[in-house]
């Protein structure tokens, strides 16, 4: 069997949890690489989430959800000046209407100290209404968790993957992995779409497809089932008539309820809704789920400002079939699981990842810590944040810092040509969109698109009919066909 790489460690997925557990890895002394099918990073569960690192009162007393959303969240603290993650620690509230939610809030107090949850307040309505003062008047009181926030979890995975870049590991995007390759029930490898690589672990943090990595290696110890979530996204006018933080409603089984959010960019947002299906691939939004998110909101505000909202979009949420996160070896020595990794998995993925790398170290005792780890990654600078003579410095070292290209989000092609070249750069549309946030705005890229689409095709040298929006299938731009051409 021919090899084209021979490696220790191979990372199937390139989310939060993918990326987060690489970066791990590259603290030791070893060969790592991560695989990711589609041309980009976190284009799964990691995409389209609620953003909020939870702090860690909701999921049941001793699972690996509570376990590592706590660890994780307190990893997060810090974390984020080393990585330059975008995080608000902006504290939540779980809202009670009635008496009978209040008793429910209190069941949820005394969870998350048990959970080791710290500066958890149960608070009246006025003490409420303080901290939220947009809230219906005749709600009873609630929940106050001061150490959860929002964050970029794009962003996030990118500095995960950038660190452990420059610390030696490899990534691979348009990487598919086809078979485990096994022998005598021991991992050896895995067949890509690229090659074979040699490997002795396969980690499987492959978000929705983790059943069917698992499949491929012979372990059907576990399923997974997508669980969808619907959201409406508000324009930054309308921040000031909904909430200043994160609002939850009182939970209920299947779920943490419709949320009213602030993002770390300044929008708001309302949902997820909760509706487990079979298709993987089915990210719609429907009219019913957008009828149901706004009903749920209107229970906590009196005014939703639904005429400034500029776009829906849904994402997927990876379940277990055993309800709990799934971070264990498999059925085959050598595979090891990171899977069913629902909410709140991105609140858990640095815990994750120390648990998983801290698995396999007890196989291998001689793999050595790096004594040269670089912690430290370098922010690229967001040129609307800076100061005017900093915006006038730059525009004088680089023409490039003075064409402004998304005029919603004050974008500059100096910046989008960065994104493009930085480590694990951006190689789609939505991939500099993610970056930048060119095309985020009020117009969502109806002017700033084709401006982008051209630097991508001048910058990666490739014409404009093989720039992708997104995944590998998305080409927005086709040769045309003159009249009696083959158009097979």
């Given at each position: 069997?021919?090899?084209?790489?021979d490696?220790?460690?191979?990372?199937?997925?390139g989310?939060?949890?993918?990326?987060?557990?690489?970066?791990?890895?590259?603290?030791?002394?070893?060969?790592?690489m991560?695989?990711e099918?589609e041309?980009?990073?976190a284009?799964?569960?990691?995409?389209?989430?609620?953003a909020?690192?939870?702090?860690?009162?909701?999921?049941?007393?001793?699972?690996?959800?509570?376990?590592?959303?706590?660890?994780?969240?307190?990893?997060?603290?810090?974390?984020?000046?080393?990585?330059g993650?975008?995080?608000?620690?902006?504290g939540?509230?779980?809202v009670?209407?009635?008496?009978?939610?209040?008793?429910?809030?209190?069941?949820?107090?005394?969870?998350?100290?048990?959970?080791?949850?710290?500066?958890?307040?149960?608070?009246?309505?006025?003490?409420?209404?303080?901290?939220?003062?947009?809230?219906?008047?005749?709600?009873?009181?609630s929940?106050?968790?001061?150490?959860?926030?929002?964050?970029?979890?794009?962003?996030?995975?990118l500095?995960?993957?950038?660190?452990?870049?420059?610390?030696?590991?490899?990534?691979?995007?348009?990487?598919?992995?086809?078979?485990?390759?096994?022998?005598?029930?021991t991992?050896?490898?895995?067949?890509t779409?690229?090659?074979?690589?040699?490997?002795?672990?396969?980690?499987?943090?492959?978000?929705?497809?983790?059943?069917?990595?698992?499949?491929?290696?012979?372990?059907?110890?576990f399923?997974?089932?997508?669980?969808?979530g619907?959201?409406?996204?508000?324009?930054?006018?309308?921040?000031?008539?909904?909430?200043?933080?994160?609002?939850?409603?009182?939970?209920?089984?299947?779920?943490?309820?419709?949320l009213?959010?602030?993002?770390?960019?300044?929008?708001?947002?309302?949902?997820?809704n909760?509706?487990?299906?079979?298709?993987?691939?089915?990210?719609?939004?429907?009219?019913?789920?957008?009828?149901?998110?706004?009903?749920?909101?209107?229970?906590?505000?009196?005014?939703?400002?639904?005429g400034?909202?500029?776009?829906?979009?849904?994402?997927?949420?990876?379940?277990s079939?055993?309800?709990?996160?799934?971070?264990?070896?498999?059925?085959?020595?050598?595979?090891?699981?990171?899977?069913?990794?629902?909410?709140?998995?991105?609140?858990?993925?640095?815990?994750?990842?120390?648990?998983?790398?801290?698995?396999?170290?007890?196989?291998?005792?001689?793999?050595?810590?790096?004594?040269?780890?670089?912690?430290?990654?370098?922010?690229?600078?967001?040129?609307?944040?800076?100061?005017?003579?900093?915006?006038?410095?730059?525009?004088?070292e680089n023409?490039?810092?003075?064409?402004?290209?998304?005029?919603?989000?004050?974008?500059?092609?100096?910046?989008?040509?960065?994104?493009?070249?930085?480590?694990?750069?951006?190689?789609?549309?939505?991939?500099?969109?993610?970056?930048?946030?060119?095309?985020?705005?009020?117009?969502?890229?109806?002017?700033?698109?084709?401006?982008?689409?051209?630097?991508?095709?001048?910058?990666?040298?490739?014409?404009?009919?093989?720039?992708?929006?997104?995944?590998?299938?998305s080409?927005m731009?086709?040769?045309?066909?003159?009249?009696?051409?083959?158009?097979?």
């Open positions: 069997m021919d090899f084209i790489r490696i220790d460690v191979v990372v199937i997925g989310g939060v949890t993918g990326t987060a557990i690489l970066r791990e890895l590259s603290k030791y002394a070893l060969k790592c991560l695989i099918k041309p980009d990073l284009l799964g569960t990691t995409k389209a989430n609620s909020i690192i939870h702090s860690g009162f909701d999921a049941p007393f001793g699972t690996q959800k509570a376990l590592t959303n706590v660890r994780g969240n307190r990893l997060y603290h810090e974390l984020q000046n080393q990585l993650l975008d995080i608000k620690w902006l939540s509230l779980v009670a209407v009635n008496d009978e939610e209040m008793l429910t809030l209190k069941d949820l107090l005394v969870r998350g100290i048990k959970n080791g949850v710290k500066n958890l307040e149960l608070l009246d309505r006025a003490a409420t209404l303080a901290k939220e003062p947009n809230l219906k008047q005749d709600i009873k009181g929940l106050w968790a001061p150490t959860a926030g929002v964050c970029w979890p794009f962003g996030i995975a500095a995960f993957a950038r660190c452990a870049v420059q610390n030696g590991a490899e990534v691979l995007t348009n990487c598919a992995a086809k078979k485990i390759l096994t022998k005598d029930d991992i050896v490898g895995v067949e779409s690229l090659g074979n690589i040699k490997a002795k672990y396969i980690i499987n943090a492959a978000g929705l497809a983790a059943d069917k990595i698992a499949a491929m290696a012979g372990d059907t110890s399923t997974i089932h997508p669980r969808k619907e959201y409406i996204l508000f324009d930054k006018t309308a921040s000031p008539s909904l909430v200043n933080g994160i609002v939850f409603p009182t939970p209920t089984k299947q779920s943490k309820g419709i009213i959010c602030t993002t770390v960019h300044g929008n708001t947002f309302i949902g997820p909760a509706h487990d299906q079979e298709d993987v691939e089915d990210k719609s939004t429907t009219s019913v789920g957008m009828d149901e998110i706004i009903a749920s909101s209107q229970k906590l505000i009196d005014k939703v400002p639904l400034a909202a500029i776009t829906e979009f849904s994402g997927l949420r990876a379940v079939n055993t309800g709990d996160f799934i971070i264990r070896e498999g059925t085959v020595k050598g595979l090891i699981h990171a899977a069913g990794i629902q909410s709140p998995g991105l609140s858990a993925a640095p815990a994750i990842a120390e648990e998983v790398v801290e698995l396999i170290a007890e196989f291998e005792p001689e793999w050595s810590l790096k004594r040269n780890f670089k912690a430290i990654v370098t922010r690229r600078k967001v040129f609307s944040e800076l100061k005017i003579e900093e915006q006038s410095k730059l525009c004088n023409k490039l810092y003075g064409r402004i290209v998304c005029r919603c989000e004050t974008v500059t092609e100096g910046e989008i040509v960065d994104a493009i070249h930085e480590t694990c750069g951006a190689r789609t549309l939505d991939g500099v969109k993610r970056r930048t946030r060119a095309g985020m705005g009020r117009c969502q890229g109806g002017f700033c698109g084709p401006k982008v689409t051209q630097i991508l095709a001048r910058e990666l040298n490739i014409p404009l009919t093989e720039v992708l929006k997104e995944g590998s299938a080409k731009f086709f040769e045309k066909k003159l009249p009696g051409e083959d158009t097979k």
